[in-house]
């Protein structure tokens, strides 16, 4: 199976959503509510459980060159959003029970009858895509029309998109269009035109990526994302130092403690201390398993010490 | 799981075909002329998406925190030959803490019926695949430690609270990881710090219950100034912290319940657990404001994760200044 991926190329849409209306009925998406954001024509908002599919509405200050726009206009620009499906999944390495998966097509995949609803993926996801849904509680995001793809069909959006600016195929040949297209909108003078597909992080690229115009950020398009299993180093060799301080101060400072309480305490059986303080007998020992072992076989030198001491820990046991 | 057939297929095309024909005359809302936002981004609007987490998740922290921290005391006053009554007490914290964690973590589940999904895999990648196992094996063995012994099988015991304190060490500082290896900001640049910031509040709040129990030795004493020396040096990290990503940690209300958090479990507790080595009084205040300091901390950083999850900014910083 070759890995398909999504171009969305921004300089093509009209902002229409017939991708979100194709991608709700779909995949029989429930609502998720209604408000009217006062953000241009965007009441969506952002990607998650409920919406797998985002129009972005970009208005911003004009700048020269972007085509159609008089400097007295602000720009609008819009941007069909969706799941990466990344080259290094954070979700998919987040999920604890193997729920998420890469699928044959290359995308990443929420098996709904796996998730248990852990929350991982959602903290996981440098693009804020997946979320648990509140009254089912698993986690859902875009499946790339797994089932479509697995008929031969295209993805929903794609088929619904009246301009083309969502492109559907092969990973590679969206790649090589993409930089056919850019060159283009280049020679057309849109200098400001680029492509966002983080290959060179640790996101390794994206299956989804775009073409958009200007500061790739006013899209909410980080310059710089991160798969945060690359932390994963770092934070667990922090665990083990903090493991080994807490077991290194713990077997001290009772180590220590005993050797103290030894010495305060005089030789003899020392009632009055005997619960609260170790007891006296332990001087000398290295080991309480030393002790009960070094007692059947005594060495002349102090005989009456070593034995009481094997026995108060027989009684006091 | 659909199969597209021709009314599916219809359908679509009828979509396409009504989107084609729609026609917005305006360009955009806002007025020419007026504020633009300042510092890039879509409309101040977050990118990744805050933790679903609720209360179970750093009532999990404390009291798992706490439990294994204890299982480790356990073991090593056993082997300094410390009073029985104190490793007694020590590892039936641990099995009190673990049997607690287990239902804290399956209530947080979407679907807690599902939660044996947890054991169909283990992830090494996924810190909260790990977790899960270790709380297994440590539910498990710290059971078992407080069973045999009980029924006087005590060779059994004896290995079980072992095996009950290596668990015991991933339990306590393993949820530094778990917080630290995500896509939150302030979690993420403290990914280096969390497991051993984690590690000392268990260790405090597991000296702060066996004081409270009674148990007046040095060694707990010493340990539980340690934790709270080691938390004073966190918060001062914390506050002289400057950068984006740690703002919810020192501005707003998550800044405010960080600050209480890091008094009652660094400075507090410091100074009454100096007094405390002539005062049991002062020690008891000690072990109970740790033990608040503790639970309040891992409230903190819940809270300052969600706070930081609406923030875009930390994200849209250029691709110099991050590595």
């Known amino acids: 199976m070759a890995v398909t991926g999504f171009l969305t190329d921004s300089t093509l849409c009209i902002g229409c959503k017939a991708c979100e209306v194709a991608c709700k009925e779909w995949n029989d998406v429930p609502d998720d509510g209604f408000v009217w954001s006062g953000l241009s024509y965007d009441n969506t908002l952002a990607l998650g459980h409920s919406t797998y599919r985002h129009v972005k509405f970009v208005e911003r200050e004009p700048t020269a060159g972007c085509g159609g726009n008089s400097s007295a206009q602000v720009t609008w620009e819009f941007s069909s959003d969706v799941c990466r499906h990344c080259g290094n999944a954070g979700c998919l390495e987040a999920c604890p029970t193997g729920s998420i998966v890469r699928t044959e097509f290359g995308s990443v995949f929420v098996q709904p009858d796996i998730c248990n609803g852990c929350g991982y993926c959602v903290v996981s996801c440098p693009f804020g895509v997946i979320d648990r849904r509140p009254g089912d509680g698993r986690a859902f995001k875009c499946t790339f029309c797994y089932d479509r793809q697995k008929a031969g069909a295209e993805p929903a959006c794609a088929k619904a998109c009246p301009t083309g600016s969502i492109i559907f195929g092969p990973l590679d040949d969206l790649e090589r269009a993409a930089d056919r297209r850019l060159a283009q909108l280049r020679a057309n003078g849109m200098d400001d035109a680029s492509i966002w597909n983080p290959k060179e992080t640790s996101v390794g690229g994206t299956h989804a990526f775009f073409i958009v115009r200007g500061d790739a950020r006013d899209y909410n398009l980080p310059p710089n994302p991160q798969v945060p299993t690359v932390l994963l180093k770092q934070s667990w060799s922090a665990a083990g130092i903090a493991a080994a301080a807490i077991a290194g101060a713990s077997l001290l400072t009772f180590a220590l403690g005993k050797k103290r309480n030894a010495g305060v305490t005089p030789a003899g059986p020392a009632a009055s201390r005997r619960r609260t303080a170790k007891p006296s007998t332990f001087a000398g020992n290295a080991a309480p398993a030393q002790a009960s072992h070094s007692a059947a076989r005594t060495p002349p030198g102090q005989p009456a010490r070593r034995q009481r001491s094997a026995g108060e820990r027989r009684t006091t046991r | ?323």
Request: net charge positive.
């Open chain 2, 1 to 323: 799981m659909k199969t597209p057939d021709q009314f599916s297929e219809k359908r679509l095309e009828q979509l396409r075909e009504q989107a084609a024909l729609g026609r917005v005359d305006a360009k955009g809302i806002r007025p020419s002329g007026s504020p633009m936002p300042a510092t890039p981004s879509y409309y101040g609007l977050p990118i990744v998406k805050p933790p679903v987490w609720t209360w179970e998740v750093p009532l999990y922290f404390f009291a798992g925190g706490a439990a294994g921290a204890s299982s480790v005391i356990a073991i090593a006053a056993q082997l300094a030959g410390a009073s029985p009554s104190l490793v007694r007490d020590a590892r039936w914290i641990a099995a009190i803490g673990a049997a607690a964690s287990g239902p804290l973590l399956i209530l947080d589940l979407g679907r807690p019926e599902r939660f044996l999904n947890m054991l169909r895999v283990f992830k090494p990648q996924s810190a909260m695949s790990v977790g899960a196992w270790t709380l297994s094996v440590f539910g498990t063995t710290t059971a078992g430690a407080v069973i045999a012994e009980m029924l006087g099988m005590k060779r059994i015991g004896d290995a079980s609270a072992l095996a009950a304190a290596l668990s015991g060490l991933v339990m306590s500082t393993y949820t530094g990881v778990l917080l630290g290896a995500t896509a939150i900001p302030v979690w993420a640049a403290h990914a280096k710090t969390l497991p051993i910031h984690f590690g000392a509040s268990a260790l405090a709040s597991a000296t702060a219950i066996l004081t409270l129990r009674g148990h007046g030795e040095q060694a707990l004493n010493a340990l539980a100034l340690a934790a709270a020396a080691f938390e004073t040096y966190t918060g001062i990290e914390i506050e002289s912290d400057r950068s984006i990503d740690s703002e919810p940690l020192r501005l707003g209300v998550t800044g405010t319940t960080t600050r209480i958090g890091g008094f009652f479990s660094g400075p507090l507790p410091l100074v009454l657990r100096l007094i405390g080595i002539r005062s049991k009084r002062a020690r008891r205040a000690a072990a109970a404001s740790a033990l608040l300091g503790s639970l309040i901390t891992r409230v903190a950083w819940i809270e300052a994760g969600k706070a930081s999850a609406a923030d875009p900014r930390p994200h849209l910083q250029g691709s110099q200044e991050k590595e």
